[in-house]
Nanobody, 123 residues
């Protein structure tokens, strides 16, 4: 079992930045693909970014491409999501997730989830 805990969310003005962290415990995530998803009120959970187990390959949703950077530190058993130039439409609960296998954008393919961290961007 992998337990995931997100942190780093908060209230930020439009144009600002946040760095979200996802700390894993229970087992090493070094062989897991790590993903970030978000869910706004009344909307479905959507893919934000994913990173390969080695950290060498990453994917991004078009809505955050150029503004987000996903990374990981397997020695710390932690994944990160750096978000810059934040927009009000980025407001959502952000979740990290883990899966074995390839990088995919469907939230249904991820086995382990954190509890989420709220990001609110004011205009």
């Amino acid at each position: 079992q992998v337990q995931l805990v997100e942190s780093g969310g908060g209230l930020v003005q439009a144009g600002g930045s946040l760095r979200l962290s996802c700390a894993a415990s229970g087992r090493s995530i070094s062989t897991y693909v790590m993903g970030w998803f978000r869910q706004a009120p009344g909307k479905e959970r959507e893919f934000v970014a994913a990173i390969s187990w080695s950290g060498g390959i990453s994917d991004y949703a078009d809505s955050v491409k150029g503004r987000a950077t996903i990374s990981r530190d397997n020695t710390r058993n932690t994944a990160y999501l750096q978000m810059n130039s934040l927009k009000p439409e980025d407001t959502a609960v952000y979740y990290c997730a883990a899966r074995l296998g390839g990088r995919v954008t469907s939230h249904q393919a991820y086995n382990y989830w954190g509890q989420g961290t709220q990001v609110t961007v004011s205009s």
